[in-house]
């Protein structure tokens, strides 16, 4: 796979509940965590001292997180409403020459910052709220 752009790793949100997904605007940089806990079964009987795996025990998870400058009042008010409602929106992660992350998430966290002499920040992070599902680009 040859290299890409960072400015192509999409975090995409539903508008509206119906599957329509856009991308949270005004995102500067973008970044995702895949995480699998590890279940020690290790015994007295492990082989030769090693450490021994559950296979396929561990609690699965994944963490979004993006900051970036305003540009767009729609995905912010939405971030905004999720974020107070508790609720889990679909969101989407396009991986460049990858594929496509989905599934519900929980917005954790939205940070505003702004300085004097600059323009207005925020970050946002979401946590898996449900099955994540992917699909390989063909």
């Known amino acids: 796979m040859a290299a890409?752009?960072?400015?192509?790793?999409?975090?995409k949100i539903d508008m509206n509940g119906?599957?329509?997904f856009e991308t949270v605007a005004g995102l500067r940089a973008t970044r995702i965590?895949?995480?699998a806990e590890t279940v020690d079964v290790t015994s007295l009987d492990s082989p030769g001292g090693w450490?021994?795996?559950?296979?396929g025990a561990?609690?699965?998870?994944?963490?979004?997180?993006?900051?970036?400058?305003?540009?767009d009042a729609a995905s912010d008010a939405r971030m905004r409403?999720?974020?107070?409602?508790?609720e889990h929106p679909s969101c989407q992660v396009v991986i460049p020459s990858f594929g496509i992350?989905?599934?519900?998430?929980?917005?954790?966290?939205i940070e505003y910052a702004g300085t004097h002499d600059g323009e207005a920040t925020f970050e946002v992070s979401l946590a898996s709220a449900g099955a994540i599902s992917f699909a390989g680009l063909a």
């Open 51 to 55: 450490r021994e795996l559950l296979a």
């Open 4 to 11: 890409q752009a960072g400015k192509d790793l999409l975090i």
């Open 101 to 109: 992350l989905q599934g519900a998430f929980q917005i954790g966290s």
């Open 33 to 35: 965590s895949l995480n």
């Open 18 to 20: 119906q599957g329509q």
């Open 58 to 71: 561990g609690l699965r998870s994944a963490a979004l997180s993006g900051n970036g400058v305003f540009k």
């Open 81 to 86: 409403a999720l974020f107070f409602a508790g």
